[in-house]
């Protein structure tokens, strides 16, 4: 028995030899030293050799085979759950832990284990198992420095540099908490060479601690320095996989897809097949489905089913935002900002992995946006155009401060600009917000990047982006944008936001707080107050409907209408009411009703097509088009009839170039009727003068449709 | 594969004479059935998808209708209402059955739920032999509907269903689009004022489609038309199948002032010289792939312009 414990201790000998070897940076030795263990008759060893070697198979073989052999050790499965840990997969990483947990209570390397898992999902548990791993074991330095960068990832330096420290304290070579050391100054502009320089004579090949590094400045969407440190990581260590993995991710990221795909596919080849490793690898053979356009400023990708009917209104609203920021951000970008508009869902949410409290509809990386398509959303639950100017106006905080903004101050900005440049646009104040401000739950500027990157209650991203918003509207009001415009800049210098606050606002953060918070007060102050009361009687509302009382429902509604005017969603008083006066034949009454509530942002386009048709019932062709033209930024795809409607409204209001725009629309919209298509094309061509065009698309419809008469009558007028 | 049968009515005239002009004057027997609802709201919903098609069709000209609902809706009636057209259709006229309801599939027989004995495809297909008119189509919109295909199909009959298979069990949406077709204009996509088969089944098809894609719902329907006799059926009938041919000549519904103008012998001349353009033209555009670009243009834009001062004295 005294053998077999003797020798088990000698082979785990040899496992930390090998891994010591490593860390050293003695690669070549590592390298033997891990080979030999693949012939050492120990599974736990055999696993470590062949994790080394990248063969994930064998690895996943022996440690499977080492826990079976070891029940009552925990270390098996802790380096089990290392290893998946290295290959992203989580989930399989904290079973692993767990079950070492079970075997050994309050066993600190499972703890450790825990708490890099919870760091991944950027998670504050993770301070908790990293607290919880030192009190078992006070020299757990790598406890520290799991604390240092999460510290670091949650935009909190300082402490960061304390538990680096601490983890050096007790032991010098604790590599992690050089590069956090070294990766606090690079983030200040500093060289960090005091920590490099100590770094290098431990490890002169120390990929990992510069892979670390470089996660943390894509975090903070750094991503270009980000880039530079991968690079720096391969090759330290060409090997090393899951660098050149994230370099690969990064770089596509950044729309350079061609030295993308190959660092992605070596990775594959070499065995490292994590979700985003695969995931990127397959939207990326999904871009031959793709066309881009290329104009002066501007590269817009767009699925190639979807790409004809949705060209014209992104490349419109693209070109517009980006002549609308570069005077606004006095900023002209150094190259084209390229959008890619995804109508699945799940090729966008590939873009977004692995990154923190990142909004679901669109995500910028330097010049390159990514979102939803409207195709890929419910229709009226996305509002396309305001995501792709909140997404632009990323592109340009980001590009002002060279990816130094922080979070609260960029999303703010954005969200301003949504309700900037169209009143109608942007999010209302929404009932989560609301009880946010009635529980007094927003935060301090001080501390608002946390309600984004640690949410503490299920809806606090989307409440932080209301009040980020908000902040930005208050100072817009009360200072002007110039000022907006001089903090962003100062935050380009690396600055703080209480310093930035101080040196723009001529206030402390505390006392911004106090002020903003009574200005948002009196703004919502009617809505907050009666919100309680507005939802008991809008549910009574929704349940008398059915009793038809329509006098009843046009009070109650009218009144409803006015305690939180912002409600547009399903079932909102402002439909309520419009269908009540349609019941009492009072179609100005709906008719007002309704474009109250377009006007405050309502965005279903069923009751948006109710709007125009009483408008154009009323005679009013123009403002029954502008009404169904909201549907075009929310919902273009997949209604034919709409592009139709909107066309001939247009071409009755007298506005033939929209009525061009509208036809094409209803053309590339794949109508049933694609004879009737080309022939109100050919109609709006010709009122517009242009008798080419619509000759030609004349003939188009009559090949379709050769005894269609009104396109045969009209042929023989532009024949005469 | 024969190319006039590839390019439908237009050209058959070049070939085969006034075959047009006589199909012109044939009557459409309609027999629509709505089936049990299992539940009021079911029930309401079919009875009126029936009768919104009842009324569609009756304000067309030569017709015979015939729509059973709820009690009546019992298999004794349909196939009472099937001897009828037995007794008094002839070969040139058109039978258009459809069913609306819930449909079953229990491996081996695909039946319709009625009051009363459900009604088998074997059964409707062995009472529909003996109708004299070659020209039928059975429009089956219920659950199940695919495994109606096989026990229903026949060279000579357009058989059209919501679902792919027996096994697509869910209740079905095609059958209030295929309804829509009979009432909404933009049906008839090649604008000869009548709405065939195939353009029916190709706007319920596309609707349906695009209800599921807008409320972004996996699809529990996947229709299907099926015209040869012989095939199980396809979603996109097209030259490459060999499916669509017989729908394509088959009028669901006709809007009148043709069969108006047939009736009247100084338009025949007419509507003689119109269908023979419309011939030249659809022969051209089936040489349209080997014909030069700037050519082709030329001599469509030469006979729709021909085509279209025809029609000018047709109407007037």
């Known amino acids: 028995m005294k053998f077999v414990v003797l020798g088990m201790f000698v082979v785990a000998a040899w496992g930390q030899d090998c891994r010591n070897l490593h860390r050293h940076g003695k690669l070549n030795e590592a390298k033997a030293c891990f080979a030999k263990l693949t012939q050492s008759g120990n599974a736990l060893q055999m696993a470590e050799g062949y994790w080394y070697q990248n063969n994930s198979d064998q690895a996943n073989n022996f440690f499977r085979a080492a826990v079976k052999a070891q029940p009552k050790n925990p270390e098996p499965r802790v380096r089990w759950g290392r290893f998946y840990l290295e290959r992203n997969k989580r989930e399989d990483a904290a079973a692993l832990f767990e079950e070492a947990l079970e075997v050994q209570k309050d066993y600190a390397p499972a703890l450790i284990g825990m708490a890099l898992v919870m760091a991944g999902g950027f998670d504050p548990k993770s301070v908790e198992f990293a607290e919880k791993a030192l009190q078992q074991d006070p020299k757990a330095y790598e406890a520290h420095e799991v604390l240092a960068r999460f510290a670091m990832e949650d935009g909190n330096p300082t402490e960061a540099a304390v538990q680096a420290d601490k983890a050096l304290a007790i032991s010098p070579e604790a590599l992690d908490a050089l590069i956090i050391r070294a990766t606090i100054d690079w983030m200040e502009g500093k060289p960090g060479t005091e920590w490099t320089d100590r770094l290098h004579k431990v490890n002169p090949a120390y990929a990992e601690g510069y892979t670390v590094s470089a996660r943390i400045f894509v975090i903070n969407r750094r991503y270009e320095e980000g880039i530079k440190l991968y690079r720096k990581a391969l090759e330290m260590n060409p090997q090393y996989l899951p660098a050149r993995s994230e370099l690969g991710v990064n770089l596509m990221r950044l729309g350079e897809e061609d030295e993308a795909k190959p660092m992605l596919e070596a990775a594959y080849e070499a065995g490292f097949r994590d979700a985003a490793t695969v995931n990127t690898l397959k939207l990326m053979d999904t871009y031959k489905n793709f066309v881009t356009l290329r104009t002066g400023k501007i590269i817009l990708r767009l699925e190639k089913k979807e790409a004809d009917l949705l060209r014209p209104y992104f490349q419109a609203e693209l070109e517009r935002a980006v002549a609308v920021f570069e005077k606004k951000y006095e900023l002209v970008l150094d190259r084209p900002v390229q959008l890619e508009v995804y109508p699945n869902h799940e090729d966008f949410a590939v873009r977004t992995m692995g990154l923190p409290g990142l909004g679901a509809l669109g995500v910028t990386f330097g010049n390159v946006v990514a979102m939803d398509s409207p195709s890929g959303r419910k229709p009226g639950s996305f509002h396309w155009a305001s995501t792709l100017w909140h997404e632009l106006s990323h592109v340009y905080a980001l590009a002002a401060t060279k990816h130094r903004v922080p979070r609260w101050f960029t999303e703010g900005l954005a969200v301003h600009e949504e309700t900037a440049v169209d009143p109608e646009w942007g999010d209302r104040l929404d009932p989560g917000a609301i009880r946010a401000l009635k529980d007094k739950k927003l935060l301090p500027i001080a501390t608002l990047d946390k309600g984004f990157t640690r949410p503490s209650y299920p809806n606090q991203v989307i409440v932080s982006y209301f009040q980020a918003g908000k902040i930005c509207d208050y100072i817009n009001e009360k200072w002007g944008w110039q000022t907006l415009l001089a903090m962003l800049r100062d935050f380009g210098t690396g600055a703080s936001t209480p310093v930035v606050v101080e040196r723009h606002l001529k206030m402390k953060p505390e006392a911004f707080d106090v002020e903003f918070m009574a200005w948002l007060g009196k703004a919502t102050e009617s809505q907050v107050k009666g919100f309680d009361e507005w939802s008991k009687r809008l549910r009574a509302l929704n349940a008398e409907v059915k009793a038809k009382d329509f006098d009843k429902i046009i009070a109650e509604a009218e009144g409803l209408r006015k305690i939180y005017p912002d409600y547009v969603e399903p079932g909102s008083p402002y439909e309520l009411l419009a269908d009540a006066y349609l019941e009492k034949k009072n179609a100005a009454g709906a008719m007002a009703s309704l474009n109250e509530y377009a006007k405050v942002g309502g965005r279903r386009p069923s009751t948006l097509k109710q709007l125009a048709k009483l408008l154009d019932e009323a005679g009013k062709p123009g403002e029954a088009a502008r009404a169904l033209e909201r549907i075009n930024f929310i919902y273009p795809v997949q209604d034919e009839e709409m592009h139709r409607l909107q066309g001939d409204l247009w071409l009755r209001a007298g506005n033939t170039d929209k009525a061009i725009r509208e036809f094409q629309a209803a053309t590339f919209s794949k109508p049933i009727d694609a004879a009737t298509s080309y022939y109100n094309l050919a109609r709006a061509y010709r009122a517009a003068g242009q008798l080419d065009l619509a000759r030609e698309n004349l003939l188009f419809a009559l090949e379709a449709a050769p005894s269609f008469r009104p396109a045969q009558k009209l042929l023989l007028e532009l024949s005469k | ?316």
């Open chain 2, 1 to 316: 594969m024969d190319a006039a049968a590839e390019m439908g009515c237009g050209l058959r005239i070049v070939l085969l004479g006034s075959f047009c002009a006589t199909v012109l004057q044939a009557t459409t027997w309609y027999i629509t059935v709505a089936g049990l609802g299992g539940e009021p709201e079911y029930e309401t919903r079919f009875t009126s998808l029936a009768m919104e098609l009842d009324k569609a069709v009756r304000s067309t000209p030569d017709v015979k209708v015939t729509t059973l609902t709820g009690s009546s809706a019992t298999k004794a009636r349909i196939e009472a209402v099937i001897d009828e057209a037995v007794k008094g259709s002839k070969a040139d006229d058109v039978l258009v059955v459809t069913l609306i309801g819930h449909g079953t599939f229990d491996g081996t027989n695909y039946k319709f739920n009625i009051p009363g004995p459900d009604l088998s495809a074997a059964e409707l297909a062995g009472k529909l032999e003996f109708v004299p008119s070659r020209r039928q189509v059975v429009i089956n919109t219920t659950s199940a509907s695919g495994a109606s295909i096989e026990p229903l199909r026949r060279d000579y009959r357009t058989v059209i269903t919501a679902t792919r298979a027996g096994t697509e069990k869910n209740a079905t949406v095609f059958g209030r689009f295929l309804v829509e077709a009979f009432r909404d204009p933009s049906a008839d996509s090649d604008k000869n004022e009548s709405v065939s088969a195939l353009e029916a089944y190709v706007y319920a098809d596309q609707k349906t489609t695009a209800f599921y894609e807008t409320q972004k719902r996996l699809a529990t329907e996947h229709p299907l038309l099926e015209d040869t006799g012989k095939g199980g059926g396809v979603r996109a009938p097209g030259p490459d199948n060999g499916q669509g041919l017989l729908a394509r000549q088959l009028p669901l519904l006709r809007f009148g002032s043709l069969q108006q103008a047939a009736r009247s012998p100084e338009k025949q001349k007419l509507l003689a010289q119109r269908e023979g353009i419309e011939g030249q033209i659809d022969k051209l555009k089936y040489e349209k792939a080997a014909t030069p670009a700037d050519e082709y243009r030329k001599r469509l834009g030469a006979l729709l312009l021909q085509l279209a001062r025809v029609q000018e004295e047709i109407d007037k």
